[in-house]
């Protein structure tokens, strides 16, 4: 199943609640998953950073663990997180407030189901070389997914790559016994939430210029999708 040890919530909305730890007196959240992820996803994420220099969006980032510690090791790259959640927010702040990187920036609050995401005003860059995502697409509706793509598609620079780190059906087919409880919990708990599909998310790159061009086994039946402009 997907990220969760025995014990734990199966999935989470917002860190900090439904039995997580609370924040820190600084405001840093803490992510179990993310001891247990951020080693296998960056062996994957440097594999194309290396070498490249630019600007990476996070979606979704949660605590603001994953965006820290990937800063740390990639100094040519700078790091913009974003979540929907204002208590993310606050925790990404902290966070980078502590690690004190100089390729870090604010985050940003940003809903990735909106349809423009209205980055120049942000003060943010209009094309980024990579755009990250874990975790978030199988939490919130589809038309999460559907914003993720529209601005992916608008804003990827056309050597970009959007990598999607989560559980995810293969053309139709679950690939453990594990995630398809986790489906069934997830759209038990919430109908616009839940395991997506592969073909689904194909479909959706191909109707913003975008092909899935890896799919990446990762550890406990999840994957990293990663996806880049058409030629
Ligand atoms: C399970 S958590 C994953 C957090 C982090 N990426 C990680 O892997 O540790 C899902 C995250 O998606 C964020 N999220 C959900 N819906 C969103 C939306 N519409 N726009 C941006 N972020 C969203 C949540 O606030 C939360 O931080």
């Known amino acids: 199943m997907a990220d969760q040890p025995p014990g734990k919530p199966e999935h989470v909305a917002e860190f900090g609640k439904s039995g997580t730890p609370p924040p820190a007196a600084d405001g840093r959240l803490d992510a ?7 080693a296998p996803i960056w062996a994957v994420l440097w594999r194309f950073l290396q070498n490249r220099a630019g600007d990476a969006l996070e979606i979704g980032s949660g605590t603001g663990q994953h965006v820290v ?10 790091w913009w997180p974003s979540d929907h959640l204002e208590s993310h927010i606050r925790s990404i702040a902290a966070w980078r407030e502590h690690a004190k ?5 604010a985050p940003t609050q940003l809903d990735a ?3 423009d995401w209205r980055l120049a005003e942000r003060g943010m860059p209009r094309e980024f070389l990579a755009m990250f995502c874990a975790n978030v697409i199988h939490i919130a509706p589809w038309a999460v997914a559907e ?10 620079r056309t050597d970009g790559r959007l990598f999607l780190y989560g559980p ?17 919990n997830l759209r038990r708990d919430n109908p616009e939430w839940g395991v997506r599909d592969t073909a689904d998310l194909r479909a959706l790159a191909a109707a913003h210029g ?19 402009r058409k030629p």
């Open 210 to 228: 975008l092909r899935l061009t890896e799919i990446v086994e990762m550890p406990s039946n999840n994957a990293i999708l990663a996806f880049d």
């Open 113 to 115: 189901g909106q349809a």
């Open 147 to 156: 914003g993720l793509f529209a601005g992916a598609g608008r804003h990827l």
């Open 32 to 38: 179990g998953a993310f001891h247990r992820n951020h």
């Open 101 to 105: 990187l100089g390729n870090v920036r």
């Open 168 to 184: 995810f059906r293969r053309d139709g087919e679950h690939n453990s016994p594990g995630n398809a409880t986790f489906d069934a």
């Open 69 to 78: 510690e990937f800063a740390r090791k990639s100094p040519t790259i700078v």
